[in-house]
T-cell receptor, first 109, second 111 residues
Framework: DAKTTQPNSMESNEEEPVHLPCNHS???????IHWYRQLPSQGPEYVIH?????VNNRMASLAIAEDRKSSTLILHRATLRDAAVYYC??????????WGAGTKLIIKP | DTGVSQNPRHKITKRGQNVTFRCDPI?????LYWYRQTLGQGPEFLTY????????KSRLLSDRFSAERPKGSFSTLEIQRTEQGDSAMYLC?????????FGPGTRLTVT
């Protein structure tokens, strides 16, 4: 079973920020938090990862709770091309990732 | 850099036949992963290589499945005596550290 829990789906308006939540209450001290997304008919795409501190890259920001039991992926300005299934995962030392069903993000024009 | 490539992209086979898929990772990546994905689900881990060594294999993986990565470059995944339940998308990913880069997948249909 997946170690993380996410909402099944979320909707957002184009050009607005999107906050995708994830709970990982069983995370260990050495597990990283990873986010991937999968567009229709494509393989998953790496988005971002982090351990304790908030992280930013060109695609998104990752906000990690102080107790590390939850995190939020932030898309600062959603476009129609961001419509995808977003997966939140916690990774062990061998980087074996256990995937859940993810959150289907719907962007409304 | 052309990214991770997988061949074939689609495979239709009859139950009981053997199939083999190929994955060509990004050249500088030493880690290679195989996953299986069915409709509406996230990818399911199958196995993982560090260079040519197969370091982990899912306990859920049947003995009919075998993977190799000779010389630590490309990898093959073979399924023997295919069953209808093997129908799925088979994904390959490569990476060095915390990031995994996925190929487009091979869609297997067992009739």
């Amino acid at each position: 079973d997946a170690k993380t829990t996410q909402p099944n789906s979320m909707e957002s308006n184009e050009e607005e920020p999107v906050h995708l939540p994830c709970n990982h209450s069983t995370i260990s001290g050495t597990d990283y938090i990873h986010w991937y997304r999968q567009l229709p008919s494509q393989g998953p795409e790496y988005v971002i990862h982090g351990l304790t501190s908030n992280v930013n890259n060109r695609m998104a920001s990752l906000a990690i709770a102080e107790d590390r039991k939850s995190s939020t992926l932030i898309l600062h300005r959603a476009t129609l091309r961001d419509a995808a299934v977003y997966y939140c995962l916690q990774g062990d030392s061998n980087y074996q990732l256990i995937w859940g069903a993810g959150t289907k993000l719907i962007i409304k024009p | 850099d052309t990214g991770v490539s997988q061949n074939p992209r689609h495979k239709i086979t009859k139950r009981g036949q053997n199939v083999t898929f190929r994955c060509d990772p990004i050249s500088e990546h030493n880690r290679l992963y195989w996953y299986r994905q069915t409709l509406g689900q996230g990818p399911e881990f199958l196995t993982y290589f560090q260079n040519e060594a197969q370091l982990e294999k899912s306990r859920l993986l049947s003995d009919r499945f075998s993977a190799e990565r000779p010389k630590g470059s490309f990898s093959t995944l073979e399924i023997q005596r295919t069953e209808q339940g093997d129908s799925a998308m088979y994904l390959c990913a490569s990476g060095n550290n915390y990031e995994q880069y996925f190929g487009p997948g091979t869609r297997l249909t067992v009739t």
